[in-house]
């Protein structure tokens, strides 16, 4: 997983020296989310679909790099991912990417004393809270009423295959 942490510190690091802060902004609320309205799960983001929002919403030349750059460490790191039709933009990891200030404790954690991330969310222009009012569909209830959409997890050979569980 280091090579996700380093691509993630490039990233957060390129959020700190860009001019295009709004748009990082505008693709941490766009960005697939967990939790719905409840805190602090509303803050969770899937880091994949953030790294697209960003290369695709920005010129900005090193933050597209860096964002090109988290999505490689990605498809590297995740070996299988599950979606359902509703996350369909999830792409096997999440990050924390608050709206309003990050928590009291998060910079005591290892993450953020090994990169950059927390300066760079502190660095953003505030911005609305993420999510909708929260309900079970926010937590993928909606997967076991509809198990005929679920599509299962993709391997890295491509195939659906499944395991044993005992």
């Given at each position: 997983m280091d090579i996700?942490?380093?691509a993630t510190n490039g990233l957060?690091?390129?959020?700190?020296?860009?001019?295009?802060?709004?748009?990082v902004r505008n693709a941490i609320m766009n960005a697939q989310n967990y939790g719905g309205g409840w805190a602090p799960y509303n803050d969770m983001h899937d880091l994949g679909h953030l790294a697209k929002l960003i290369d695709k919403g920005v010129s900005d030349p090193a933050l597209k790099k860096?964002?090109?750059?988290?999505?490689?460490?990605?498809?590297q790191a995740v070996i299988?991912?599950?979606?359902s039709p509703?996350?369909?933009?999830?792409?096997?990891l999440h990050i924390y990417a608050p709206s309003g200030g990050m928590g009291a404790d998060y910079q005591e954690l290892a993450f953020a004393k090994d990169t950059q991330w927390d300066e760079a969310i502190k660095s953003l222009?505030?911005?609305?809270e993420?999510?909708?009012?929260g309900n079970m569909e926010d937590f993928g209830v909606e997967f076991f009423n509809n198990a005929e959409e679920f599509l299962g997890p993709v391997w890295p050979d491509g195939t659906s295959r499944k395991t044993d569980r005992k």
């Open positions: 996700v942490k380093d957060a690091e390129a959020i700190l020296k860009t001019d295009e802060k709004e748009a860096a964002a090109e750059g988290v999505k490689k460490a990605i498809e299988a991912n599950e979606v509703k996350y369909s933009e999830s792409t096997g222009p505030a911005g609305k993420s999510g909708q009012a």
